[in-house]
């Protein structure tokens, strides 16, 4: 699952929780969540990453017991596609659970700080790992998130991050990056952030990026989650001008075709593409 420079990768989001802020309790149940993880590979998802615990602002965490209930069904449908599968958690656990059951990535929106043995269940599997950088936790993120300069800032956390993979056995091929937009951000630092994105490019790793529908949008639109889909559009045409490799989303028909557009003007029309 390495990425290919002549496209981006479209990582499509299924949310297996009754609070998510966009749709949440609408694959709440196995059988919407499976429903869906096919839908999504039929409209030219590259990876599903599927999660079981909101992260929005305010969120509060769920045990691993409700996790796994929540979480494990829906990722063996989903590896059942014969798509790449990423477990969205910070929980060593769950990741373990899931990598066993065929999934392939782990995101991890704590960057492999929010359970100690996180890096090294993602090392003894070989599993792809995307470090994310977030200012606090779900909880307490968007308590008035300051930075000398939000770019240099992330930068500092990935170098950190990435050595501290590195020193636990993640071979460097296995790592991929995340700004975590939305994540411990003022709407002016996510916009900035987009703006600056090709400066992660100097890690010389694959970036992820994941705007989706996010509150940004809504305040820069005056719009609610369900009517972001052309903001998001412009963010996801955005990042991969400026080098992200995969983007993260929940209208995959939609910005698949976004996706496939801005490949084509940024390397040509590929065999992918055709």
């Not at 359970?115 to 977030?134: L, N, P, R, W």
């Not at 975590?180 to 996510?190: A, I, P, S």
């Not at 694959?206 to 940004?216: A, F, H, M, R, V």
Request: glycine letters at 8%.
């Amino acid at each position: 699952m390495p990425p290919d420079a002549a496209y981006t990768r479209v990582m499509g989001i299924l949310n297996a929780t009754p609070d998510s802020f966009y749709d949440g309790g609408r694959y709440f149940s196995p059988e919407q969540a499976v429903s869906h993880v096919k839908a999504m590979a039929a409209a030219g998802a590259h990876i599903i990453d599927v999660g079981a615990e909101s992260s929005r602002p305010g969120a509060d965490p769920v045990s691993l017991e409700e996790e796994l209930r929540r979480v494990l069904p829906v990722v063996e449908a989903a590896v059942a596609t014969g798509l790449p599968v990423s477990i969205d958690t910070w929980r060593a656990e769950t990741a373990r659970r899931a990598l066993s059951l065929g999934a392939v990535m782990v995101n991890d929106i704590t960057g492999l700080r929010g359970d100690d043995a996180m890096a090294e269940v993602v090392a003894g599997f070989g599993a792809y790992c995307v470090i994310m950088h977030m200012r606090g936790t779900p909880g307490t993120m968007q308590d008035n998130p300051q930075y000398e300069d939000v770019v240099a800032d992330i930068s500092i956390f990935f170098r950190e991050q990435i050595a501290y993979a590195l020193e636990r056995g993640i071979p460097k091929n296995r790592i991929w990056l995340d700004p975590g937009f939305g994540f411990g951000k003022t709407v002016d630092q996510n916009l900035e952030l987009l703006r600056r994105l090709d400066e992660f490019k100097s890690f010389d790793l694959p970036l992820l990026i994941g705007t989706s529908n996010k509150s940004t949008i809504g305040v820069v639109l005056d719009m609610p989650p369900e009517k972001r889909v052309y903001g998001t559009a412009a963010t996801v045409a955005m990042a991969i001008g400026k080098g992200v490799h995969c983007v993260r989303v929940h209208e995959v028909k939609a910005m698949a075709q976004v996706t496939r557009m801005c490949d084509a003007v940024l390397h040509g029309r590929t065999d992918e593409n055709d």
